[in-house]
């Protein structure tokens, strides 16, 4: 039996803001700022989102959702991530998992990351278990450590059915 693997990254940065939630991985964390963009700036499901489409080369975010377009404002991310994931299996792949990296100096988000990947995994419908989220600071260098924004890298590996 040949089995088809392809493997895609994504990467992601938003700058810090006031009087915005913080989100990530579709969950809202504490915090007294959060991420400046044009949907809700959720880092971590966007650079899964380019993952999952650069894994069956499909183009990136924002071409499939332009951040000039009025419909994706304040958009909720989980809408992309779940467009991605219909495109994969369209093509009669799933997503057999996900490792991300999240650079960030503060806050600590490892108390939320079990509820990340609930919230991926229900979006995917593929078992939390496949779902990895992982953080780090940069020992306080360059823009992330400055708390100026977060930047997040993930992988995706997808398989046909
Ligand atoms: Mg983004």
Known sequence: MIIDLRTGIGFDVHAF??????????????????????SDADALLHAV??????????????????????????????????????????????????????????????????????KISKILDIGADRISIKATTTEKLGFVGREEGISVMAVATVVRK
Do not use: C, W
Request: hydrophobic content about 35%; overall charge positive.
């Open 17 to 38: 803001a006031e009087g915005r939630k913080l989100i990530l991985g579709g969950i809202e964390i504490k915090h007294d700022k959060g991420l400046a963009g044009h």
């Open 49 to 118: 989102t380019d993952a999952l489409l650069g894994s069956l080369s499909l183009g990136d975010i924002g071409t499939h959702f332009p951040d000039d377009d009025p419909r994706y404002k304040n958009a909720d991310s989980t809408v992309f991530l779940k467009k991605a994931n219909e495109l994969v299996r369209n093509r009669g792949f799933y997503v057999n998992n996900i490792d991300v990296v999240v650079m960030l100096q503060q806050p600590k988000i490892s108390p939320y990351t079990q509820k990340m990947k609930e």
